[in-house]
């Protein structure tokens, strides 16, 4: 019992040092400052500058709306930025092997990787919390704001970007190539979160057509942003996500074949 116990233990701590190393490796990166800043850039940008529909100080309402129609968008590019590195560069390096030999699971290791690139997709969020207290102060009364519908969007957010940080491990599993990887998971974020859309607006319609709708990151992210924590949302974010893992899974295991 002892010894099943201290195993279980080395396993977590072997676990957790390759988690640190995933976000050390990050921001120990110049692009890895670069994705965050361009994030917080560009929204910036977009709620508090330039003169749009997204400008929050020209459409005379407290609300964040523009950040959360905006993020899902750069995430499209921020977080393949992210994962394209998390396996590519050790098949690249060769260190993947040496990886492998460490007395983890190939989903233990996967599991590693994923917390790692959510936790860095979270706290590219965490500055944005200095927009919703901007906006709360600036309402008239301050406070006057739809606060269930902006936690809301927040969670809708998260659980999009903890998707894609999927998506993005699974695609990084699939090459060497960084550069690869990072427009495969592009390619893939975009059509989960856009495609079945279209599919739905032009090609199919009725019934039929709002099933297929419903298959997209979009419809469930839209239905969350509304403030409502539907547990059918949350149960598909997790689905899919689980969905990728699975299949990053699989791949590391082609290894072997």
Request: aromatic fraction near 16%; glycine fraction near 8%.
């Amino acid at each position: 019992m002892l010894k099943k116990c201290n195993f279980a233990a080395l396993k977590a701590g072997i676990m957790f040092t390759l988690f640190k190393k995933e976000i050390n490796g990050f921001l120990s990166s110049l692009i890895g400052y670069i994705v965050i800043v361009v994030f917080l850039l560009m929204t910036g940008l977009f709620l508090w500058v330039f003169p749009m529909q997204f400008n929050i100080l020209d459409f005379g309402y407290a609300n964040l709306d523009g950040l959360f129609i905006l993020g899902p968008f750069v995430f499209l590019f921020l977080i393949p930025a992210i994962t394209m590195r998390s396996f590519a560069d050790e098949k690249k390096s060769g260190t993947l092997e040496l990886l492998m030999t460490q007395p983890l699971t190939d989903l233990q290791i996967i599991l590693a990787k994923f917390f790692a690139g959510f936790v860095l997709v979270v706290f590219s969020l965490l500055p944005t919390l200095i927009y919703f207290f901007s906006v709360y102060k600036l309402g008239m009364p301050p406070g006057n704001l739809d606060t269930g519908g902006i936690w809301g969007s927040y969670t809708g957010l998260m659980l999009l970007g903890m998707t894609f940080v999927s998506i993005g491990i699974f695609s990084s599993s699939l090459t060497d190539n960084q550069v690869v990887a990072f427009v495969l998971s592009l390619i893939i974020c975009f059509f989960l979160y856009l495609g079945f859309d279209f599919i739905y607006m032009f090609i199919l319609s009725g019934k039929i057509g709002l099933m297929v709708q419903n298959l997209g990151l979009n419809a469930h992210y839209s239905s969350m942003s509304r403030g409502v924590i539907d547990t059918r949302d949350m149960i598909y974010f997790l689905s899919v996500t689980s969905l990728f893992i699975f299949l990053t899974k699989l791949s590391l295991e082609s290894r072997k074949w």
